[in-house]
T-cell receptor, first 114, second 115 residues
């Protein structure tokens, strides 16, 4: 069966520090991968998606970047965090060709920038 | 531009009664709609979906209604249970075209079911 792992679960980082959140998927190959963010009082906002290794599409301009160094690994990064980067970050995957079927989220990372 | 909107940030319902969560969308290209349920500190989980060729889909206590002309959908939970207390997200997508299933989410509605 397929599983998605996301870590860490919580993170408190000072302004200006770097960020690295990791997401891995098991039990499938060539998944579509997504990073979403839920800011306080806001809905889920798609940040990045990837349809293959090294292929990253950005949905909104921001202080963040994403990389996909391996087929089932998706990393969200920042060189210098801002207060506005605080939020709940979610990784998700689905199988190409399934469209939105089987769209599965990880358990999320609560990031607080202080 | 918020293409999917959930205008009620919260809803409080008595156990056993009906919960109705609403969602509006502006993009007429959307042709598939989903509801997700999210507990605190967890990722959203899929609840129920509906294609634009239908106006109703039912799964146990959960029913989703779609009114395409009004660009409106709703989720009915009958009877509501305390375990239903969570944040509910409406999401929309295109059924065809691109190879990725990009979802556009609403802001979410916090449902509280009181015993």
């Amino acid at each position: 069966s397929q599983t998605i792992h996301q870590w860490p679960a919580t993170l408190v980082q000072p302004v200006g520090s770097p960020l690295s959140l990791e997401c891995t998927v098991e039990g499938t190959s060539n998944p579509n991968l997504y990073w979403y963010r839920q800011a306080a009082g806001r809905g889920l906002q798609l940040l990045f998606y990837s349809v293959g290794i090294g292929q990253i599409s950005s949905e909104v301009p921001q202080n963040l970047s994403a990389s996909r160094p391996q087929d089932r690994q998706f990393i969200l990064s920042s060189k210098k965090l801002l207060l506005s980067d605080s939020g709940f970050y979610l990784c998700a995957w689905n199988n190409p060709g399934w469209g939105f079927y089987g769209y599965t989220f990880g358990s999320g990372t609560r990031l607080t920038v202080v | 531009d918020q293409q999917v909107k959930q205008n009620s940030p919260s809803l409080s319902v008595q156990e056993g009664r009906i919960s109705i969560l609403n969602c509006d969308y502006t993009n007429s290209m959307f042709d598939y709609f989903l509801w997700y349920k999210k507990y605190p500190a967890e990722g959203p989980t899929f609840l129920i979906s509906i294609s634009s060729i239908k106006d109703k889909n039912e799964d146990g206590r959960f029913t989703v209604f779609l009114n395409k002309s009004a660009k409106h959908l709703s989720l009915h939970i009958v009877p509501s249970q305390p375990g239903d207390s969570a944040v509910y997200f409406c999401a929309a997508s295109f059924a065809g075209g691109t190879s990725y299933g990009k979802l556009t989410f609403g802001q979410g509605t916090i449902l509280t079911v009181h015993p």
